[in-house]
């Protein structure tokens, strides 16, 4: 145990977010900062999936052929390397790129996929991953899958993470929501974008989404806070738009849609006396309806 004032079931409990009210109060008198333990604990940390552990392996080789087995602690997404071996957990093999399957080799450290059948390998994480917490690592894996996936106007809310090769995910996430904007918006501004002649709050429109989603402050929201500053609508919009899809939240909160309009058009929610957030409608008969103004 590296804390004295932590001891296992609590340092477990915080980690799987279970912390019991006894737990936090025994917490807090180390620390009176813990009052908001409790609301952490049940706090969400991302707006793709909502637990944080993957149920896929993902391990350290060198421990794992150590030992022969697998620590629970590794499922954890917010541990990105090994606390012994200072090593990137891996979810994936380095040499042939399979994602690592449960298997009796995988207890020898060899790479499950039989055609390879190497013996698994990681390498230490560069230092600006190494020091991220749960929130930022959410962050980034949402970055990187909107990214991935640009002209979603919803996402999916799936119950554990499942990137293919988390710390890959993770790596590309943290550059994107720090790199140079143009990466993002060659991709919006693409011909490829179904919805690239709409005004610029339903063209940037994923890009709002993830900046009204991130937990943290990344370089992401400033640049594109400007580019908002910096460009205009087109005057006339595409009028061919048959669907735009996307959750009831997202239209208040994000396109400043009220009530009252999401109701008018949407049949799905004229019979409900409070409209579930992740109700999805389309919203094109209200894009299509809007004067385009800036
Ligand atoms: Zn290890
Ligand atoms: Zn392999």
């Given at each position: 145990m590296p804390?004295?004032?932590?001891?296992?079931?609590?340092?477990?409990?915080?980690?799987?977010?279970?912390?019991?009210?006894?737990?936090?109060?025994?917490?807090?008198?180390?620390?009176?900062?813990?009052?908001s333990l409790k609301y952490l604990s049940s706090r969400?940390?991302?707006?793709l999936f909502q637990n944080y552990h993957i149920e896929t392996p993902r391990v350290c080789?060198?421990?794992?052929?150590?030992?022969?087995?697998?620590?629970?602690?590794?499922?954890?997404?917010?541990?990105?390397?090994?606390?012994?071996?200072?090593?990137g957990l891996i979810d994936v093999c380095h040499l042939c790129n399979h994602k690592l399957e449960w298997s009796i080799n995988l207890l020898e450290g060899i790479c499950t996929n039989e055609m390879c059948s190497c013996s698994l390998k990681s390498e230490p994480l560069n230092n600006a991953l190494e020091c991220l917490f749960i929130d930022e690592i959410c962050d980034c894996l949402l970055a990187d899958f909107v990214y991935s996936h640009p002209y979603n106007t919803y996402?999916?809310?799936l119950s554990h993470p499942n990137s293919e090769n988390l710390l890959t995910a993770t790596s590309k996430g943290y550059d994107l929501l720090n790199c140079d904007f143009k990466r993002w918006i060659e991709l919006y501004d693409a011909q490829?974008?179904?919805?690239?002649?709409?005004?610029v709050k339903f063209k940037y429109f994923p890009l709002y989404h993830l900046a009204h989603s991130?937990?943290?402050?990344?370089?992401?929201?400033?640049q594109l806070k400007k580019l908002t500053a910096s460009t205009s609508s087109p005057t006339k919009q595409l009028f061919n738009l048959s669907s735009y899809v996307v959750t009831a939240e997202s239209a208040m909160t994000i396109l400043g849609l009220s009530k009252h309009e999401i109701i008018s058009y949407s049949p799905e929610a004229k019979n409900k006396k409070v409209i579930p957030s992740r109700l999805r409608i389309?919203?094109?008969?209200?894009?299509?309806?809007?004067?385009?103004t800036k």
């Open positions: 804390l004295d004032w932590i001891n296992e079931a609590q340092l477990k409990a915080s980690i799987n977010n279970t912390l019991s009210i006894k737990q936090v109060s025994a917490l807090n008198e180390f620390f009176p900062v813990t009052h969400r940390h991302s707006a080789p060198i421990c794992i052929r150590d030992t022969g087995y697998i620590k629970e602690e590794w499922r954890y997404i917010g541990n990105l390397k090994c606390s012994i071996h200072d090593v996402w999916p809310n490829s974008n179904p919805f690239n002649a709409l005004a991130l937990q943290n402050e990344w370089l992401f929201s400033e389309n919203i094109a008969p209200i894009i299509k309806a809007t004067k385009v």
